[in-house]
């Protein structure tokens, strides 16, 4: 078989249509920061825009939760020996800084993607409240919805804010944007025999403590039947094939164990 055919051959098993239509991204607060060990990095924001831009313009309805880590880090960080609920409160707004970045960067872009920030916590000036109706209607007028300030309550994770915005919005999959390329069966960073799974199940996630989203996170997601693909952020273009099919990263749902 010739360059030639060969080439046709892998144009034609490529897939013809996006797998999904209606997406949540979550992103960290980390994943803005870059290299950097605190707050934002404009091109690493830039980079994200763009794929995201990518497949918006392939009519992918697209929301984003974001985290505020890159800003303060929380009970165990920052916050150490601040009340709980207060720390928790902090982080919100951190959210809500983060969201505003993205959604300049997107609407910057040479070719503008309009967007709307919906906080949880309500900062009229700055950003819409969060009314469950006027985030479906944005996304089915093509507007990418960035979810801030989390759920708007104190004690529960952003993570757990992408497993209930992905609920209510009726999202067909999660995808969880991270530094590391899947779920592994130990730290790879520290075992470099480590395992990383194709796919496993809710089932297994939780029983095995797989500390990719938290508990409170994945059993919201296992009940209504949203499934989660883990994937590496760091590598441009990973969104849009995600998106398309490819099998990137690891994906969590379904009825098989581990893969």
Avoid at 146 to 171: Q, V
């Amino acid at each position: 078989m010739n360059a030639t055919t060969t080439a046709e051959t892998n144009l034609e098993s490529l897939p013809k249509s996006p797998k999904y239509k209606r997406i949540l991204l979550k992103l960290s607060g980390e994943a803005l920061m870059g290299d950097r060990s605190f707050g934002i990095d404009p091109e690493v924001v830039q980079d994200i825009a763009l794929q995201i831009a990518e497949i918006v313009n392939d009519g992918i309805e697209v929301a984003i939760v974001v985290g505020g880590g890159n800003i303060f880090r929380g009970i165990n960080g920052a916050a150490k020996g601040m009340d709980r609920a207060t720390a928790d409160y902090i982080g919100m707004i951190a959210t809500v800084m983060n969201a505003l970045t993205l959604q300049d960067a997107l609407e910057n872009l040479d070719e503008p993607i309009p967007t709307r920030v919906l906080s949880a916590i309500a900062m009229q000036e700055i950003a819409e409240p969060y009314i469950r109706r006027r985030a479906i209607r944005h996304l089915e007028n093509n507007r990418v919805v960035i979810f801030g300030a989390g759920s708007g309550n104190p004690y529960f994770t952003t993570d757990t804010t992408a497993a209930l915005r992905g609920a209510e919005i009726n999202a067909e999959v999660i995808l969880k944007a991270t530094k590391v390329d899947g779920i592994y069966d130990s730290d790879p960073k520290k075992n470099p025999d480590a395992k990383r799974f194709q796919s496993v199940s809710f089932d297994y996630a939780l029983i095995n403590d797989l500390r990719v989203m938290d508990a409170t996170a994945f059993a919201l997601c296992k009940e209504n039947g949203i499934p989660i693909i883990v994937f590496d952020l760091g590598v441009i273009g990973n969104i849009r094939r995600v998106i398309m099919g490819e099998s990137i990263g690891t994906y969590v749902g379904g009825s098989c164990e581990v893969n």
